[in-house]
C-alpha cells in the first residue's frame, strides 16, 4: 500500500491565483481531512470528510474548498491564493468507528504564496 | 470546540535523561488523546495514544498518563536517546465528533549527546 499520498510536495503562487492540493489514500477509510501547518501553532483542521459525498468544515475554512467524490480521493482548492495561505499542508486519513483511530498523514505540500 | 494546549514549547534534554509533556484540554467529553512525532521536514506520524477508559499506558520507553478530573495527559519519554528529537504534538478528540482532532501547539525536544 502507498497510504496517503499528497502533490505536490512543493508549490509556488502569486496572489490571486487558484490551485488544486491532491490527496489520495489506499487504505479505504473513509474519514479523510486537511490541516495547515504554521510555526508555533500546530496541525489546523481545515476542512473534513466522513465518507463519500460528506464534507464539513474544520477549525480554519475560509479561502478552501474541497469535494470527496470517491473514497479515495480528497482534493484541497485554494480560491484566490493569499499570502496568509503560505503553509505546510498536510492531508489525512483514519477509519471510523466506536473509538476515533490513527490519522495517518501524507508526506505534505509546501505552499508559498508570493 | 476543543481548546488544546500544551507545555513546554521546547525541551532540551541530556541524552539518558527523562522528557515530559504536559498538555490540558478543555472539552470533559473528549475521549481520545493521541500523541504525533514529527521529525524534521517529515510528517506526523503516532507514536502513542490513549482513550478515556484507562489512565495510563506504556510502549517501551515511552508512557502516557490521563487525568480526566483534572482534564490533562502527559507523554513521558525515558532514556532519551539523539532519534528522540523531533517536534511533539499532543491531540484531543471531542466525543460529539470522533473524527476531529485538536492539536496542541506542538513541543520541540532536543536531546543532547
Known amino acids: 500500500n502507498a497510504g496517503v499520498t499528497q502533490t505536490p510536495k512543493f508549490q509556488v503562487l502569486k496572489t490571486g491565483q487558484s490551485m488544486t492540493l491532491q490527496c489520495a489514500q489506499d487504505m479505504n477509510h473513509e474519514y479523510m481531512s486537511w490541516y495547515r501547518q504554521d510555526p508555533g501553532m500546530g496541525l489546523r483542521l481545515i476542512h473534513y470528510?466522513?465518507?463519500?459525498?460528506?464534507?464539513d468544515q474544520g477549525e480554519v475554512p475560509n479561502g478552501y474548498n474541497v469535494s470527496r467524490s470517491t473514497t479515495e480521493d480528497f482534493p484541497l482548492r485554494l480560491l484566490s491564493a493569499a499570502p496568509s495561505q503560505t503553509s505546510v499542508y498536510f492531508c489525512?486519513?483514519?477509519?471510523?468507528?466506536?473509538?476515533?483511530?490513527?490519522?495517518?498523514f501524507g508526506p505534505g505540500t509546501r505552499l508559498t504564496v508570493t | 470546540g476543543e481548546n488544546v494546549e500544551q507545555h513546554p514549547s521546547t525541551l532540551s534534554v541530556q541524552e539518558g535523561d527523562s522528557a515530559v509533556i504536559k498538555c490540558t484540554y478543555s472539552?470533559?467529553?473528549?475521549?481520545?488523546f493521541p500523541w504525533y512525532k514529527q521529525e524534521l521536514g517529515k510528517r506526523p506520524q503516532l507514536i502513542i495514544d490513549?482513550?478515556?477508559?484507562?489512565g495510563e499506558k506504556k510502549d517501551q520507553r515511552i508512557a502516557v498518563t490521563l487525568n480526566k478530573t483534572a482534564k490533562h495527559f502527559s507523554l513521558h519519554i525515558t532514556e532519551t536517546q539523539p532519534e528522540d528529537s523531533a517536534v511533539y504534538f499532543c491531540?484531543?478528540?471531542?466525543?460529539?465528533?470522533?473524527?476531529?482532532?485538536?492539536f496542541g501547539a506542538g513541543t520541540t525536544v532536543t536531546v543532547r549527546a
Open positions: 470528510s466522513v465518507g463519500a459525498g460528506i464534507t
Open positions: 472539552d470533559s467529553a473528549s475521549n481520545y
Open positions: 490513549i482513550r478515556s477508559n484507562v
Open positions: 491531540a484531543a478528540t471531542p466525543r460529539s465528533n470522533d473524527y476531529k482532532l485538536s
Open positions: 489525512a486519513s483514519s477509519r471510523p468507528g466506536q473509538w476515533a483511530y490513527e490519522q495517518y
